[in-house]
């Protein structure tokens, strides 16, 4: 079972890398991307992937670096200079950059359905400003923490390469983060249908 998402993960993470191809821009590494309250969501894998690259077991990986929700598995915060961070953040930079989650290698683009869309952005935005720019479909599916990153980081080269280039960019991407999006799902359903399995194996 742990193999098969492993194999999920390793597709998802190289669709990753293809829709980053579309999207070529310089990170000044101003740390920017990891501040807030964004909570990254670890699947298995990655949990075990991490773990190994820090020389830790899961189960010390977990108690040192993660919080426990129900059957997820979050990073703890911390508070940095210019805020909460991430508790790999360091100088602006992630110590475990090798190796950091899909959700930070995914990000901006986040691959929800209806959740985002129902309940934080209504409050922040009138959606029907937007709705002639991105379409709704893949703006409930894909894009709500873009949305806000455009908005918090202006200043930022991808938000204005994304921004400019929207309709080039959209039908290029679309197809692929689609693909990611159906893949994290499945990814996803698998691991928490057999999630007491596998965190009584991984952190025994
Ligand atoms: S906000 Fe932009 S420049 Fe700063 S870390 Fe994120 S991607 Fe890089
Ligand atoms: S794991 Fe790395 S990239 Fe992801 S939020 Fe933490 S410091 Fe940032």
Redesign the pocket.
């Known amino acids: 079972m742990l193999e098969e998402l492993e194999e999920m993960e390793n597709k998802l993470y190289k669709l990753n890398e293809a829709l980053w191809d579309h999207i070529p821009?310089?990170?000044?590494?101003?740390?920017?991307?990891?501040h807030g309250v964004r909570f990254i969501n670890l699947t298995i894998p990655e949990i075990i992937r991490i773990s190994k690259r820090l020389g830790l077991t899961p189960k010390k990986f977990v108690k040192k670096y993660c919080i426990i929700d129900g059957y997820y598995i979050y990073l703890k915060r911390k508070e940095g200079k210019s805020g909460i961070t991430c508790v790999f953040q360091e100088n602006?930079l992630c110590k475990i950059h090798d190796v950091k989650p899909f959700q930070c290698r995914f990000?901006?683009f986040y691959s929800t359905r209806q959740v985002i869309y129902d309940t934080i952005i209504p409050k922040l935005f009138d959606v029907r400003m937007i709705r002639p720019i991105i379409r709704v479909r893949d703006f409930d599916i894909l894009f709500g923490d873009l949305l806000i990153?455009l908005i918090r980081?202006p200043?930022?080269?991808?938000?204005k390469n994304i921004w400019l280039n929207i309709n080039d960019l959209l039908p290029r991407i679309r197809p692929i983060l689609m693909k990611i999006a159906l893949l994290r799902e499945r990814l996803l359903f698998n691991m928490y249908k057999n999630i007491a399995y596998l965190m009584t194996e991984i952190l025994r």
Do not use: M, Q, W
């Open positions: 821009f310089e990170c000044t590494k101003c740390g920017k991307c990891c602006n990000y901006p990153f980081e200043e930022c080269e991808l938000s």
